[in-house]
């Protein structure tokens, strides 16, 4: 995929499309159940009032936080779990270094306590923005390993755990990879597309 695809412009502090760290924790809170154009203009909003800073976030109320974000849908859901993530981020001196140090498996099961947040939302807080290595189990990487012949768990953890046992990779080629999965299943959507892709013909046994 590397090969065929080249590196990959993703979701990285610093870039056009991602300036900070908590702007990428709420963009992953916000894209739930829509599309990114529903969510550009909810970003917007977040950055003139907020900066992105977690102090002015907690500083918003439900009522002045969801005509921000209403674009994106199912606001109210989404308004309480970025309230809650910028109380998490309180909650640890909003120190990102500190928790880019600390025990990701912790902050995990901080992150799902979250109402809003399950599995695919932390582990993209936790590897794009506080280095923490994973493997995100979304329908663009079900579907690929399923194309590829590999038998997988149902359950998130079970998958999620069987590939990380099998592709031990450092935290950029995890984020590289999630990436070249993502953007190939955006290219790749049917049975047809995946038979005349640059994969097919390929298996894979995990």
């Given at each position: 995929?590397?090969?065929?695809?080249?590196?990959?412009?993703?979701?990285?502090?610093?870039?056009?499309?991602?300036?900070?760290?908590?702007?990428?924790?709420?963009?992953?809170?916000?894209?739930?159940?829509?599309?990114?154009r529903n969510?550009?203009?909810?970003?917007?909003?977040?950055?003139?009032?907020?900066?992105?800073?977690?102090?002015?976030?907690?500083?918003?109320?439900?009522?002045?936080?969801?005509?921000?974000?209403?674009?994106?849908?199912?606001?109210?859901?989404?308004?309480?779990?970025?309230?809650?993530?910028?109380?998490?981020?309180?909650?640890?001196?909003?120190?990102?270094?500190?928790?880019?140090?600390?025990?990701?498996?912790?902050?995990?099961?901080?992150?799902?306590?979250?109402?809003?947040?399950?599995?695919?939302?932390?582990?993209?807080?936790?590897?794009?923005?506080?280095?923490?290595?994973t493997f995100?189990?979304?329908?663009?990487?079900?579907?690929?390993?399923?194309?590829?012949?590999?038998?997988?768990?149902?359950?998130?953890?079970?998958?999620?755990?069987?590939?990380?046992?099998?592709?031990?990779?450092?935290?950029?080629?995890?984020?590289?990879?999630?990436?070249?999965?993502?953007?190939?299943?955006?290219?790749?959507?049917?049975?047809?597309?995946?038979?005349?892709?640059?994969?097919?013909?390929?298996?894979?046994?995990?």
């Open positions: 995929m590397a090969r065929a695809m080249g590196p990959q412009p993703w979701l990285k502090p610093g870039t056009p499309w991602a300036e900070t760290p908590v702007e990428i924790m709420l963009g992953a809170i916000l894209v739930q159940n829509t599309n990114w969510v550009e203009p909810a970003l917007r909003n977040l950055k003139r009032e907020t900066a992105f800073e977690p102090a002015k976030l907690r500083a918003l109320t439900p009522a002045t936080l969801t005509p921000l974000i209403q674009s994106s849908g199912f606001y109210r859901r989404k308004a309480a779990a970025i309230l809650s993530l910028a109380a998490w981020l309180g909650d640890h001196d909003d120190d990102l270094d500190a928790l880019k140090h600390g025990d990701g498996a912790q902050e995990r099961a901080e992150l799902l306590a979250i109402t809003g947040i399950g599995n695919e939302t932390a582990d993209y807080i936790l590897m794009y923005t506080l280095d923490h290595g995100m189990v979304d329908t663009y990487a079900r579907r690929l390993f399923s194309w590829l012949g590999a038998t997988m768990p149902k359950t998130y953890p079970a998958f999620q755990k069987r590939v990380l046992a099998q592709f031990p990779l450092g935290l950029r080629d995890r984020q590289e990879f999630h990436a070249l999965i993502d953007e190939f299943g955006k290219q790749v959507k049917t049975d047809g597309d995946f038979a005349a892709s640059f994969l097919a013909g390929q298996h894979l046994t995990v």
